[in-house]
């Protein structure tokens, strides 16, 4: 029995565990609690699918006992159990990036929060906030040998050859002083009650009890006798097949904190019951806060699905489109077979139509609560307005019902506003929904081709989410508008309705402009045009012909690993009005104008938030200018 080394991840977490995450530490109990039931669902999912275990009978059950004397509490199960392997993958090692996530994750405000623990699949660690040692004795189903991992929680653990006469495992925790008080029935029993009385299997604690017979010793002094007892405590029914009218909110809030580990109720919750071609049962959590991993890659799903109450699986992506990764809940079929494959899972049609039906649910949901409670509805969208606009992108068949979801800021009103409340306020005759992205907020709002469209009363929506260009483009129109960005060409139309024709001077004076800029910048740009609608303090501005790709995108498409990409030129929109245009018209010396031309170029770049691509050439031209 050699002792072996903790991965360094697991000894900084153990450490954190030990010296800092105090706040709540009952916690443990609900923890190995979620773990034991768990394993439980492993082994009744393995008896239906696999082969070596199809029809392993067993009656699944947690135990619970304490010793006040020796100061130990041990947590047992039936379930699924550990082979030595295993032991070492689960409780030694990084099995999954849960621990070095929640390690990141936790910044200086959030280090005496340890609800955070469970969040990271990493809740069998918290033992360690109450015991000085940890002993786990576990038999995996279908195996004959039993193991003991055994750890003081520091840099080593140990497995050697242990006895367990079935499948399951044993947590016994050695308490440390400041978890002495777990040792006692009463508290016990209240935390199982409180975090734990949705588990769909029975939880039994045992413990001995003492009391006096009717009859006397011979000296007349009563007798005492000490029985052994071994009680449910939890109600052991799944929240979700109850009638809804019997769930009272808090019962519901609590089975979503216990169930997610998660420390503030959710905003809302949704809980349905679907008859017909297909019968099924959901309930559905919105966070109050997007989960942290929601933009990672390998993001846990919220969603585990059940056929007839038997647990089948919760990491699979596609019980839900990805764009709804942020939703919390419970899927329960009556009509998938029970062995059902997580392959077979995704071609079935029964699990098509509830996946169907579930989003429908969910957006209308989500609508009616936009409609009725626009406070609630802020908080949703301030969490969840990104994942919404993904829907937009990837999922046509709901596209509609998005379009009415998702919220924008504008350029007339204050914090978001939806598509419909924008046509609503549309100036008559008004040919398009007119909007700018490409950057942030700031940067948008001060763009100098915002100032004609404010100025005639057209508003545009102000798009600073770095998606909002490839998703309005594959959107293209709302209600039979369509989209038109102010900083790209072909959204003047309704700008030019009041313009006078312009003499044959004017003309000839703006295409003179034109060349002269053309010639002077080249091939940094696409082309050159004359327009009046930039702001009187703005020379210029870079814009993107109708047909090529925003700067934003460019930017966007190279992060996401697009490769090498041809540079896709923009258009300089330059304003004949400003002093440095005049300067240029009225200048023959091609090296001055050359100079004056790049400084316009590279200031509209830096007004865009992007760096000119030679600095140092923009500030020593600007220098001798002001020289």
């Given amino acids: 029995m050699g002792k072996k080394q903790f991965k360094t991840e697991v000894s900084d977490l153990l450490n954190l ?24 669902d492993k082994l009744k999912y393995l008896s239906l699918s696999d082969e070596k275990l199809k029809g392993f009978s067993f009656e699944p059950c947690i135990n619970i006992s304490f010793d006040e004397k020796a100061k130990t509490l041990t947590i047992s199960d039936n379930g699924i159990g550990m082979s030595e392997d295993e032991l070492n993958e689960n409780l030694g090692t990084i099995a999954s990036s849960g621990t070095k996530k929640f390690l990141q994750a936790l910044g200086d405000d959030a ?21 000085d040692k940890v002993t786990v004795v576990s038999r995996k189903a279908g195996e004959d040998k039993a193991f003991r991992w ?27 002083s400041d978890g002495e008080d777990y040792a006692n029935r009463w508290q016990l029993e209240t935390l199982i009650k409180k975090y734990s009385d949705h588990i769909a299997y029975p939880i039994y604690l045992e413990y001995d009890q003492e009391h006096y017979k009717d009859e006397k010793d011979s000296e007349g002094n009563p007798i005492k006798e000490v029985e052994h007892k071994r009680e449910q405590i939890n109600s052991a029914s799944a929240l979700w097949t109850r009638p809804k009218s019997s769930i009272k909110d808090e019962e ?9 580990s998660d420390s503030e109720d959710p905003l809302f919750y949704i809980h349905t019951h ?15 806060k997007a989960p942290f991993d929601m933009y990672y890659a390998d993001y846990r799903p919220g969603v585990k699905l059940y056929v007839k109450r038997v647990y089948i699986t919760d990491d699979d992506k596609e019980l839900l489109p990805v764009w709804l990764r942020f939703v919390r809940g419970v899927i329960d079929s009556e009509d998938l077979p029970l062995n059902v494959s997580r392959e077979i899972l995704q071609e079935n049609r029964i699990m098509s139509a509830i996946r169907n039906g579930s989003v429908k649910k969910l957006l209308g949901e989500f609508k009616k609560i936009a409609d009725n409670n626009p406070e609630l509805y802020a908080k949703f969208i301030e969490q969840y307005n990104r994942p919404l606009k993904e829907g937009l992108y990837s999922d ?34 008004q040919s398009a929904i007119y909007y700018i992205s490409g950057g942030k907020e700031e940067i948008l709002r001060n763009s100098p081709l915002l100032a004609s469209y404010k100025e005639k009363g057209y508003e545009v929506l102000i798009m600073d989410d770095d998606i909002d260009d490839i998703v309005t483009e594959m959107v293209h129109e709302y209600k039979e ?72 995108m460019q930017r966007l498409l190279k992060q996401m690993g697009g490769g090498e990409m041809a540079e896709v030129k923009p258009i300089l929109e330059v304003n004949p009005a400003n002093s440095l245009m005049r300067k240029i018209a009225d200048s023959s010396d091609d090296d001055y104008v050359a100079r004056l031309a790049s400084i316009v170029l590279d200031e509209a770049y830096i007004a865009e938030g992007i760096m000119p691509k030679d600095p140092a050439s923009f500030v020593r031209e600007v220098t001798k200018l002001l020289g």
């Fill in 274 to 288: 679907a008859e017909g071609a297909t019968e099924y049962t959901t309930l559905f959590y919105i966070p109050a």
């Fill in 396 to 429: 046509y068949a709901n596209r509609e019902a998005l379009l009415e979801l998702v919220r924008y800021k504008s350029s007339e009103v204050e914090g978001y506003t939806s598509l419909a409340s924008y046509k609503e306020r549309m100036k008559e005759g």
């Fill in 252 to 260: 519901y809030k609590d089975f979503y904190k216990n169930n997610y």
């Fill in 150 to 176: 055994e750890s003081e929680g520091k840099s080593t653990y140990t497995v050697s050859e242990a006895e367990r006469a079935s499948q399951g495992s044993d947590i016994i925790l050695h308490l440390n």
């Fill in 17 to 40: 565990i030990i010296h800092s995450l105090y706040s709540n530490r009952e916690i443990f109990l609900r923890e190995l609690i979620s773990n034991a039931s768990d394993a439980i």
């Fill in 481 to 552: 508008l369509p989209f038109k960005a102010i900083n790209r060409t072909g959204a003047t139309s309704d700008l030019d309705k009041d313009k006078g024709e312009k003499s044959e001077e004017v003309k000839k004076s703006e295409s003179e402009l034109a060349d002269k800029l053309k010639k002077a910048l080249g091939d940094r740009v696409k082309d050159v045009i004359v327009s009046d609608r930039l702001a009187s303090d703005s020379a210029g501005a870079i814009v993107m012909d109708e047909n090529d790709p925003s700067m934003q």
């Fill in 111 to 131: 280090r005496k929060n340890s609800n955070l623990i469970g969040q990271f699949g990493v809740g069998f660690y918290s033992a360690f906030m109450v015991a």
